[in-house]
């Protein structure tokens, strides 16, 4: 069926071996051998890079036996002694630009000399560890750059394809365009329509034999098919020349003025860097989809990265290679096809230098045009729609816009500079634009703030503040995250000018933090108990922050319940009662994310047996019970903290859900699953699902328990909620949701067969069947994917979701659903101090496996 994957008995921990003093030395350990899946994964990396890289050379206009070097030194050096062991290096399409413009001005050797100078660069940087602050450029000029690269590709290599020979700017290529394309060269037009179309059908073909031959690259069989294909026909075309490697060009003395030198070397130095970090981040990504290879590989050391690039660069440019740099698609095709480790990676290099010394005459018989096509779809790709989406959506569409533009008309360096400077007045107008609103309803006065309070904004303000008039009830709503002294200080002389008269302020933001101060009346009293206010300092905890348990001060005078300033703790202590606190209010939104302590259960209320969603107080875990005894502490009325969670939601959560919450009101409730899970209060289902109102039946209970049919003994709270889940509102899913730790399976390990029956004992008789279960050596055990159970009590938790979920089976409503195909049935283990979730798969095995969620890629 499906599976948690520990095993009965932890693996024997191997003994340590002692070398004895006077006994021989101890055989040297056999060197580690080279998987299978590294082997075949750098034959997969080996059959793209191969053509990649000539392409990539002829686009430059560097000697195409560059493209070689650069793709063997960028596997064999920085698959050595790079930080991201799955990243592939070699030449990449984000630098044929800025070295096709460096060839032409500078020649080929002493653009060789400027790869070196780069590359010492990248070692300089790497030794001083600032890695991560090349993270800090912005994606939007990223991505404009690797799109107006692609657009200067794609244009270059168009003439190529048509027949012709390229320009040296992009300006020339378009406008030397329309010549071009009157005066095709069919031959070349044809191999290169061949090679597209073998690159656009490859990855899309049907069916088994199509997943069988989608194992071959697409760029090698576009090339493959277009060189057969020309060699067949006979066609006279200008072909790849290999000339050999005694007449090989390697770097020189640098040549050229100063500083026209050291621009190139910091253009080198800056799009290797930038596009090798981010590819290692992309890498560490698709590597985290694989929970058994995240283990194996660990994250990327960025410092050690560079370094390796440097390295690489130095040696490549050394032995006349192109500049090397991490290449997307090479890094992502080597962890799909199942690389294990670096071997993958420095295997692809050998299996290049292999191939450029023993395939030459195979290579030759390449058509150019076929490359240059091959390139100008890597070209065409730079250019992302998903990329556009995304910086459109952040409203950074704009710094991509001018980055690229600058890139494709004045060059890399400048349009990077040019989408720094845009990205800097795009962040400066966002800080400086505040929008300041106001208006009356039912004599209530309304301030709306809109953006950062900075200084700039005070003038604006304070004319909005006195539109207030004196002794008028004043609400101002501060929607920002950033408030500076000035705006402080003005906002807090209001206020005070305000009340003096006789009127009311309150201050409310998207934050506790942003609040200056309580509803206060005339005199200082809290507008709805009219007790004495405490100081604002009596809890600096924010709800919107991340959970997080932390101490919350309270003074003596709200500890001793009167409200008087000095007055004695409850306790009699005299030092300030503290109360654990979790934030437990999620950002909710309009799209209906839910405060995450509001769940619904089958009725509308939050129980059922044990039902109650383990909440205190507040409406927050962890403070204290709702029942007018106290706090956690016994220092604090809980009553106090129910009301200022409830004010809390008022003031900040309703007025999000409110619109949400109506339409639910008027449509009634259609959720379409029905999620079956433990009372305990540190398992918030709405948080752990990323779920709001409307979308989940909840039901909980002592061990997410689900008793058979017939053995209710008068409780059939459990039933009816599946019952009226199944058949009214119809859910498409039933999920028991067990997690760690949990109380219920720990009282049952320790239970007494002859043990005084109390309700808990009595409803725990529904767990029984997992116990026996958990003892029955003919069935396997449950297990999690990738480690064994931590104790019994784990593994009990684990037998537990799988037992009831048979018991859910045995329903009569589900076992009709099943049979029809309206339903599924899932089993859900949440780990609490890993803060991870496991789902039991359906692989049709024997085994109960829980396999690890893993984190979606957020920019999808």
Known sequence: MSAFVPTRADEPSREK??????SPPPTRPRRPRVEGADLSASIAVFLIALPLSLGIALATGAPLQAGLV????????????????LQVSGPAAGLTVVTAELIHQYGWRTTCAITVLAGIAQLGLGFVRVARSALAVSPAIVHGMLAGIGVTIAVAQLHIVLGGTPHSSVLDNMRELPAQLAGV???ALSVSVLTLALLLIWPRLPGRPGR????????????????TTASLAGLSLPKVDLPSWSSHALATLPEGPVLGLVAAVLTITLVCSVQSLLGAVAVDK??????????RVGRSDLDRELLGQGAANVVSGVLGGLPVAGVAVRSSANVQAGAVSR????LHGVLVVVAALLMVPILELIPLASLAALVMAVGIQMVSLHHIRTVTRHREVLVYAIT???VVFFGVLEGVTLGIAMAVAVALHRLTRTRITHDEKEGVHHVHVRGQLTFLAVPRLSRALHLVPQGAHAVVELDGSFMDHAAYESLQDWQNTQTAHGGTVELIGRRSGVRIGEPTGPAGLHLDTGTAMADAADCRCHPWTPWRNHQCEIPESVASGDGRPGAPPATGSDEPATVERAQALSAAGATGTSDSTGELDMAGGTGGIGGAEGLTGSGRPGEGPVDGSGGTDGSRPSGHQLARGISAFQRNTAPLVRGELARLAREGQQPSQLFLTCADSRVVTSMITSSGPGDLFVVRNVGNLVPLPGQESGDDSVAAAIEYAVDVLEVRSIT????SGCGAMQALLGSEPDGTQTPLRRWLRHAQPSLERLSDESRPWARLAGRAPADAVEQLCLTNVVQQLEHLRAHESVARALREGALELHGMYFHVGEAQAYLLAEEGGDDDVFDHVGVADLSA
């Open 70 to 85: 650069a793709a063997a030194v960028g596997g064999l050096v920085v698959g050595y002694l790079g930080g991201t062991p």
């Open 212 to 227: 069988l031959l989608r194992k071959v690259p697409a760029p090698l069989v576009a090339v493959a098919g277009a060189s």
């Open 286 to 295: 698709l590597v985290a989809t694989r929970p058994e290879l995240s283990a």
């Open 343 to 346: 071997n993958s990676t420095m």
């Open 404 to 406: 690229t533009l600058g």
């Open 736 to 739: 028991v949701c067990g997690h």
């Open 17 to 22: 071996r002692v070398h004895e003093p006077h």
């Open 185 to 187: 060269h069919p031959a």
